[in-house]
């Protein structure tokens, strides 16, 4: 894979893209936003896929906007890393980064995500969020988000969070005869479903879900 | 806004308060480090054998060490031969047994009272003066429940067992660069035994004076809590205005057993350098607590507003079942100073619970970063932590840092992580002056609600002062 391949959205333009783990069609290096461009980038890990990313975004011209999403489901012995860089190089540029992932087996997750912005890169606003449910004994995951700001004027912040799935809940729907394997899936793909909102077309947001919810079911059993 | 320039440079002008020199007769050893001098320092203060082979074997695991470059801090290049690593007052020939009054009026006027007075009957202190501890005040009555608490050269004449038992078992002689160098050259600290079953009846407490010039500060504390005991105890530091930059580096260690609770409070307050960042203590600290038995609790509860450097992680090991920990942060900066600061949880033990409550201010050309780690290891069972980092940033020339590290590797164990950095927002102080709160006490106002979560988490007799601090620190900051 050339990580080092640069795609760069004209003034103006759109950027829309969902990459799948594992297949041909890598996720770029580098993403360059230019003034009033937008990137809106949904990656999807499926279990039994080995995942390695590292994404630089940098917002460029004023009013650029940048979304990027990814879930990754893993049930065997998947390695995940995902890395982001999102700069704010110029003022009124706004980011939003949002991650869901579970993790089961033995598979192993890092995140590292960091959003930096500038020096005089005032109005900025830089969102992300890094969620994980962590479904084995002997799964594990570690996530670094970091924050770097040198201007005053934003609006940033992260958020992290490792858990489980909720107990009560369970219970909740199976005294109502939703079996515990299937009150599972419900959680996981409920838990899942806000990375999938962020794809816009209709039809492959259902195809996505479609796809989503089987992962889900198949490592399901296995807990 | 020509009014928050105006006020931004007051603030600049701001003095610092505890910045005079004490002049009294002192006695040093010729500056650097080798072992020569770690001996020389382990005779001065009469040490037994094990003491001098504990600093020596320290020394040899340091000379290996490198520096650490990982946290997010210019440091400038420090020549360790440049230190010199024991300076005490001259003890009067005469009356031996006597505090030096010089000395005496130098903590009056920090606000330090060395003899014991009905007025602050509540808290029992420790004083260091450079290399040495000057007296420790109510030991009697703390003696007379069973309570140890003396300097930490005492410690080692006296109890040497209890001393052996516990050095180094929290935070290893070769832990980091910094501690190492503590391990073989510290000087003097606190020493704090609370037995079985007794509860603390007063605060205890330490105040750490660096006075010579030259000197590096090398302090050493431990605090032993037994069984069921509970203490809180305070620690407050000052240094004189120096263009020279002063090393601090110390090491913290307490061990808290089965269902015994501490309550460490620090309110840091070292001079932070001029307002052009020359001068200022490098305040580079390792502060570790172990919650050993179950059930037992360790809060940290930290005001740093001081140091040109900060690099400063309290951080707790929960082993106990059932063990509890707490740090509550609030760091300023200003002008030049620059702080890498927060704190580690390590949750080994079942159903653990950590929480971390971190606020930093950043003003002038400051940077202010957190660092924390969370660590879940695999017998975590039902673990559950809570971070929360905010940053407040005043001025457009400063910067704020959110760093976590968060591991999980129990799937019945909960992280959860959250950080937000803004600055104080046109709307809350609008809403302020209509009120008709000026500009400086509308910010005033705001910061100390901002802080408020941590602050409220201070002994009485702290809080009072870290609000001041706080208030002194930023006075006229507007964003």
Same mark, same amino acid.
């Given at each position: 894979?050339?990580?080092?391949?640069?795609?760069?959205?004209?003034?103006?333009?759109?950027?829309?893209?969902?990459?799948?783990?594992?297949?041909?069609?890598?996720?770029?290096?580098?993403?360059?936003?230019?003034?009033?461009?937008?990137?809106?980038?949904?990656?999807?890990?499926?279990?039994?896929?080995?995942?390695?990313?590292?994404?630089?975004?940098?917002?460029?011209?004023?009013?650029?906007?940048?979304?990027?999403?990814?879930?990754?489901?893993?049930?065997?012995?998947?390695?995940?890393?995902?890395?982001?860089?999102?700069?704010?190089?110029?003022?009124?540029?706004?980011?939003?980064?949002?991650?869901?992932?579970?993790?089961?087996?033995?598979?192993?997750?890092?995140?590292?995500?960091?959003?930096?912005?500038?020096?005089?890169?005032?109005?900025?606003?830089?969102?992300?969020?890094?969620?994980?449910?962590?479904?084995?004994?002997?799964?594990?995951?570690?996530?670094?988000?970091?924050?770097?700001?040198?201007?005053?004027?934003?609006?940033?912040?992260?958020?992290?969070?490792?858990?489980?799935?909720?107990?009560?809940?369970?219970?909740?729907?199976?005294?109502?005869?939703?079996?515990?394997?299937?009150?599972?899936?419900?959680?996981?793909?409920?838990?899942?479903?806000?990375?999938?909102?962020?794809?816009?077309?209709?039809?492959?947001?259902?195809?996505?879900?479609?796809?989503?919810?089987?992962?889900?079911?198949?490592?399901?059993?296995?807990? | 806004?020509?009014?928050?320039?105006?006020?931004?440079?007051?603030?600049?002008?701001?003095?610092?308060?505890?910045?005079?020199?004490?002049?009294?007769?002192?006695?040093?050893?010729?500056?650097?480090?080798?072992?020569?001098?770690?001996?020389?320092?382990?005779?001065?203060?009469?040490?037994?054998?094990?003491?001098?082979?504990?600093?020596?074997?320290?020394?040899?695991?340091?000379?290996?060490?490198?520096?650490?470059?990982?946290?997010?801090?210019?440091?400038?290049?420090?020549?360790?031969?440049?230190?010199?690593?024991?300076?005490?007052?001259?003890?009067?020939?005469?009356?031996?047994?006597?505090?030096?009054?010089?000395?005496?009026?130098?903590?009056?006027?920090?606000?330090?009272?060395?003899?014991?007075?009905?007025?602050?009957?509540?808290?029992?202190?420790?004083?260091?003066?450079?290399? !040495?501890? /000057?007296?420790?005040? +109510?030991? =009697? #009555? $703390?003696?007379?429940?069973?309570?140890?608490?003396? @300097? *930490?050269?005492?410690?080692?004449?006296?109890?040497?067992?209890?001393?052996?038992?516990?050095?180094?078992?929290? !935070?290893? /002689?070769?832990?980091? +660069?910094? =501690? #190492? $160098?503590?391990?073989?050259?510290?000087?003097?600290? @606190? *020493?704090?035994?609370?037995?079985?079953?007794?509860?603390?009846?007063?605060?205890?407490?330490?105040?750490?004076?660096?006075?010579?010039?030259?000197?590096?500060?090398?302090?050493?504390?431990?605090?032993?809590?037994?069984?069921? @005991?509970?203490?809180?105890?305070?620690?407050?530091?000052?240094?004189?205005?120096?263009?020279?930059?002063?090393?601090?580096?110390?090491?913290?260690?307490?061990?808290?057993?089965?269902?015994?609770?501490?309550?460490?409070?620090?309110?840091?307050?070292?001079?932070?350098?001029?307002?052009?960042?020359?001068?200022?203590?490098?305040?580079?600290?390792?502060?570790?607590?172990?919650?050993?038995?179950?059930?037992?609790?360790?809060?940290?509860?930290?005001?740093?507003?001081?140091?040109?450097?900060?690099?400063?992680?309290?951080?707790?090991?929960?082993?106990?079942?059932?063990?509890?920990?707490?740090?509550?942060?609030?760091?300023?900066?200003?002008?030049?100073?620059?702080?890498?600061?927060?704190?580690?949880?390590?949750?080994?033990?079942?159903?653990?619970?950590?929480?971390?409550?971190?606020?930093?201010?950043?003003?002038?050309?400051?940077?202010?970063?957190?660092?924390?780690?969370?660590?879940?290891?695999?017998?975590?069972?039902?673990?559950?932590?809570?971070?929360?980092?905010?940053?407040?940033?005043?001025?457009?020339?400063?910067?704020?840092?959110?760093?976590?590290?968060?591991?999980?590797?129990?799937?019945?164990?909960?992280?959860?992580?959250?950080?937000?950095?803004?600055?104080?927002?046109?709307?809350?102080?609008?809403?302020?002056?209509?009120?008709?709160?000026?500009?400086?006490?509308?910010?005033?106002?705001?910061?100390?609600?901002?802080?408020?979560?941590?602050?409220?988490?201070?002994?009485?007799?702290?809080?009072?002062?870290?609000?001041?601090?706080?208030?002194?620190?930023?006075?006229?900051?507007?964003?």
């Amino acid at each position: 894979m050339d990580v080092h391949n640069t795609v760069t959205v004209p003034a103006g333009q759109s950027f829309n893209k969902i990459y799948i783990a594992g297949n041909e069609e890598a996720l770029p290096g580098k993403i360059v936003v230019e003034k009033d461009a937008k990137a809106e980038i949904v990656i999807l890990s499926m279990p039994g896929t080995e995942y390695e990313c590292s994404l630089e975004v940098v917002l460029a011209g004023r009013g650029a906007s940048a979304d990027i999403a990814g879930a990754y489901v893993c049930g065997h012995d998947e390695k995940i890393r995902i890395s982001v860089d999102m700069r704010h190089e110029v003022p009124d540029c706004t980011s939003r980064q949002l991650f869901k992932g579970i993790a089961g087996g033995h598979s192993s997750v890092d995140f590292y995500g960091k959003i930096t912005v500038v020096k005089d890169a005032q109005h900025t606003e830089a969102y992300q969020e890094n969620h994980n449910i962590l479904i084995s004994d002997y799964a594990k995951v570690n996530t670094k988000p970091q924050l770097e700001i040198y201007a005053d004027d934003v609006k940033c912040s992260h958020g992290a969070t490792i858990g489980r799935l909720n107990e009560e809940e369970q219970f909740y729907m199976r005294s109502r005869g939703i079996s515990l394997e299937d009150a599972r899936v419900l959680q996981m793909i409920s838990f899942l479903s806000p990375v999938l909102g962020t794809i816009s077309d209709p039809e492959l947001h259902g195809q996505k879900t479609a796809e989503l919810e089987e992962a889900v079911r198949s490592i399901v059993k296995a807990i | 806004m020509s009014n928050d320039k105006e006020i931004l440079d007051g603030l600049a002008d701001k003095e610092y308060e505890h910045g005079f020199v004490t002049d009294l007769e002192q006695e040093f050893i010729p500056k650097g480090i080798n072992e020569d001098v770690i001996r020389i320092i382990s005779a001065k203060k009469g040490e037994p054998e094990w003491m001098l082979d504990f600093r020596l074997e320290a020394f040899r695991k340091w000379q290996k060490m490198t520096l650490p470059t990982w946290a997010h801090l210019e440091i400038p290049e420090i020549d360790f031969q440049d230190i010199i690593y024991y300076a005490a007052p001259k003890k009067d020939s005469e009356r031996p047994n006597e505090i030096d009054p010089e000395l005496e009026k130098t903590f009056d006027k920090l606000g330090i009272p060395l003899h014991e007075r009905a007025a602050l009957a509540g808290v029992a202190v420790d004083a260091v003066f450079d290399s !040495v501890s /000057v007296t420790t005040t +109510f030991r =009697a #009555a $703390l003696a007379e429940k069973g309570i140890i608490f003396c @300097s *930490f050269s005492e410690a080692v004449r006296e109890y040497p067992e209890l001393v052996r038992k516990y050095l180094a078992s929290v !935070v290893p /002689v070769g832990d980091n +660069f910094y =501690a #190492a $160098l503590n391990s073989a050259v510290f000087s003097d600290g @606190s *020493f704090c035994y609370i037995p079985k079953g007794v509860r603390c009846p007063m605060e205890l407490s330490s105040y750490f004076r660096i006075n010579a010039k030259g000197t590096g500060q090398f302090e050493r504390t431990l605090i032993v809590a037994d069984e069921g @005991s509970y203490v809180s105890y305070m620690e407050g530091c000052t240094a004189p205005m120096r263009d020279e930059n002063q090393l601090h580096a110390a090491v913290v260690e307490i061990v808290v057993e089965k269902d015994a609770e501490v309550k460490y409070s620090t309110v840091q307050n070292w001079y932070p350098g001029d307002a052009q960042g020359k001068g200022g203590i490098f305040n580079f600290v390792t502060k570790r607590g172990i919650c050993k038995g179950a059930g037992s609790h360790l809060s940290w509860t930290q005001v740093e507003t001081g140091s040109a450097i900060t690099w400063k992680y309290p951080s707790t090991i929960l082993k106990g079942d059932n063990s509890s920990s707490e740090f509550y942060s609030v760091a300023v900066t200003n002008n030049y100073q620059q702080a890498d600061t927060g704190t580690k949880m390590i949750h080994i033990g079942k159903n653990t619970r950590s929480r971390i409550i971190s606020k930093g201010i950043s003003a002038g050309h400051s940077q202010n970063s957190y660092r924390g780690l969370v660590r879940m290891l695999a017998g975590a069972e039902n673990a559950r932590n809570y971070s929360q980092c905010d940053s407040l940033l005043i001025g457009d020339k400063c910067g704020a840092h959110t760093f976590p590290y968060i591991e999980n590797a129990n799937k019945t164990a909960v992280v959860e992580h959250e950080a937000t950095t803004s600055r104080i927002s046109e709307d809350q102080l609008f809403y302020c002056n209509q009120r008709g709160i000026g500009q400086e006490e509308a910010v005033g106002l705001i910061v100390n609600g901002y802080a408020r979560e941590v602050l409220s988490k201070l002994p009485m007799e702290f809080a009072v002062e870290a609000q001041k601090l706080l208030s002194l620190s930023l006075e006229g900051s507007v964003g």
